[in-house]
């Protein structure tokens, strides 16, 4: 079983953590092929904190709590885990699309095409391409807010590092990055698991956000994973948004959360963090009355 993990419990607002508070907790982490199959993992020894549990199929919760009676839920997030099924051809998965989708796919592409005086696309698979890969990425990671606002972009840490290249030299890495105007703009790491792809990291320039360089490098890598013909799942793990949706093919609902030992100091954490969140749910419905909520996020990402 792998050790306890210094995981933070995040008080954020919109895209800004605005506090974190360190725990000591165990990974007890649900694969899309535990989802679809039904067969949850075998849960781990607690952490010194407590654990924290990702991607569990929500319906499975109860099971999930009953393995660890006493201890304190909290920070649950239920979202619908969407994924693609790659048990077809590339142009079978585009037809599932509209017709008016697959023309803004291609409007896209051509945009960036003609903007940037067209555009390439280099495939990074073995340890000396993952070291070149990650030498143009981590710097562009940097720049995305997910990486200065919630310390979420790619990460650039040795360890890091050695498990990707370890990744690679099993062949368990697959890594794009999208150049136009002579430089690096928008990267997509997926490691492998099984016959599964993990949607890892995907992150571009901020400067160049209004051509869709994530969209584009998306549809091109697509492209390519379809034709190895290796894999059966693209799992986009946990979260939900309007890029998984659109290029997703199904979804699972599940939930992440953290269950705690019920010590004082765990149970004030978590109270306060729900008070906290239901805070801001109640303003951020305030602001969507108001018409507010575009210019809040833009100023939440400044």
């Known amino acids: 079983m792998a050790a306890a993990q210094t995981i933070s419990i995040d008080f954020t607002l919109g895209s800004r953590r605005l506090l974190s508070v360190p725990r000591q907790l165990a990974n007890w982490a649900f694969t899309l092929e ?51 099924d790659m048990g077809q051809g590339f142009s079978e998965y585009m037809a599932g699309f509209s017709g008016k989708t697959r023309s803004t796919l291609r409007r ?19 340890p000396a391409e993952i070291d070149v890969f990650l030498a ?95 894999y059966r799942w693209f799992d986009f793990t946990e979260g939900d948004g309007a890029h998984k949706e659109m290029f997703g093919t199904g979804h699972a609902a599940c939930s992440s959360l953290v269950l705690l030992k019920p010590t004082l100091g765990n149970r004030t954490l978590l109270g306060a963090r729900a008070g906290f969140d239901a805070g801001a749910a109640q303003a951020k419905a305030l602001a969507q009355r108001s018409g507010a909520l575009g210019r809040i996020r833009s100023l939440l990402r400044a």
């Open 34 to 84: 535990d989802v679809l199959a039904g067969t949850p993992p075998e849960a781990p020894p607690s952490g010194p904190d407590g654990l924290r549990v990702l991607s569990a199929p929500t319906a499975s919760l109860p099971y999930v709590a009953a393995h660890f009676p006493g201890y304190v839920a909290g920070g649950r997030q239920d979202y619908r885990r969407h994924y693609i």
């Open 108 to 126: 896209k592409a051509r945009k960036l095409a003609d903007e940037a005086g067209g555009y390439t696309v280099s495939e990074h698979r073995t």
């Open 136 to 230: 143009a990425a981590l710097p562009l990671s940097a720049k995305t807010y997910q990486a200065r606002l919630l310390d979420a972009g790619l990460p650039d840490t040795p360890e890091a590092r050695q498990i990707m290249l370890a990744a690679a030299e099993a062949d368990r890495m697959r890594c794009f990055l999208l150049h136009a105007g002579g430089e690096a703009v928008a990267y997509l790491a997926l490691p492998v698991t099984g016959q599964t792809l993990v949607y890892a990291h995907l992150g571009y320039d901020p400067a160049w956000a209004r051509l869709s360089p994530g969209t584009v490098l998306q549809m091109d890598a697509l492209e390519r994973l379809f034709d190895e013909a290796r």
